[in-house]
């Protein structure tokens, strides 16, 4: 049986894998990330976008935010060993995010219907709140990677 490489670290979330556009440490856009689990549910942590991740100069990109939404919601899902994807994507900027600054996450699941599961981030600065994601999640069976040609260095990312 393989090992998630998320659940390895008591309560810490590791890389996906090395390439990952978002957490991977061989991505020139890695973003620092610090997750973790506080329970056996949803994950906390910090998250810090800088200079390779703006937009308005010193401001981030709402597309970079919107990706680091994107992987925290499937770190909530991966850990608990759920194969999805996701099929819609909402992010809600409520102020702005500066290069630099870190920031809190929390993330948890909101809904589970069937095989959609709704997972919100939230993610806030010194000051407070500053974005809110929504992940629509739809669960997807093995073929869904084996019939694009990939295989277990996919499907095996996903835990058991
Ligand atoms: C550890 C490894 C690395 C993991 C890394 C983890 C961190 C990074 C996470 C990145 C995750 C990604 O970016 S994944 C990559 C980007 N996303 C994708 O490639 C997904 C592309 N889309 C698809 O493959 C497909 O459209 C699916 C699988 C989402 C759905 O197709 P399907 O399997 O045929 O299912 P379908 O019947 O259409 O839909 C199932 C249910 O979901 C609903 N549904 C489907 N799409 C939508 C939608 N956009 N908005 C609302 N609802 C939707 C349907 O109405 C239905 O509801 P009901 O009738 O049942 O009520």
Same mark, same amino acid.
């Given at each position: 049986m393989s090992t998630s490489p998320e659940t390895t670290i008591a309560g810490a979330l590791t890389p $996906? $894998?090395?390439? @990952?556009?978002? @957490? +991977? !440490?061989?991505?020139?856009?890695?973003v620092e990330l610090d997750l973790r689990c506080p329970g056996e549910e949803g994950i906390v942590g910090d998250v810090v976008l800088d200079a390779r991740h703006?937009?308005? !100069? +010193?401001i981030a990109h709402g597309g970079a935010i919107a990706a680091v939404v994107d992987e925290i919601a499937g770190s909530v899902l991966t850990r608990l060993g759920v194969r999805f994807v996701t099929a819609s994507l909402t992010t809600t900027y409520h102020a702005p995010v500066m290069t630099g600054e870190r920031l809190t996450c929390s993330a948890w699941i909101e809904s589970t219907v069937g095989r959609k599961r709704t997972v919100v981030v939230e993610l806030a600065g010194a000051a407070g709140r500053v974005v809110t994601g929504r992940a629509l999640c739809v669960d997807v069976p093995e073929e869904h990677f084996t019939r694009l040609g990939l295989g277990s260095e996919v499907t095996d990312l996903f835990g058991r």
């Amino acid at each position: 049986m393989s090992t998630s490489p998320e659940t390895t670290i008591a309560g810490a979330l590791t890389p $996906h $894998h090395d390439r @990952c556009f978002v @957490c +991977g !440490p061989c991505s020139p856009a890695q973003v620092e990330l610090d997750l973790r689990c506080p329970g056996e549910e949803g994950i906390v942590g910090d998250v810090v976008l800088d200079a390779r991740h703006q937009g308005v !100069p +010193g401001i981030a990109h709402g597309g970079a935010i919107a990706a680091v939404v994107d992987e925290i919601a499937g770190s909530v899902l991966t850990r608990l060993g759920v194969r999805f994807v996701t099929a819609s994507l909402t992010t809600t900027y409520h102020a702005p995010v500066m290069t630099g600054e870190r920031l809190t996450c929390s993330a948890w699941i909101e809904s589970t219907v069937g095989r959609k599961r709704t997972v919100v981030v939230e993610l806030a600065g010194a000051a407070g709140r500053v974005v809110t994601g929504r992940a629509l999640c739809v669960d997807v069976p093995e073929e869904h990677f084996t019939r694009l040609g990939l295989g277990s260095e996919v499907t095996d990312l996903f835990g058991r």
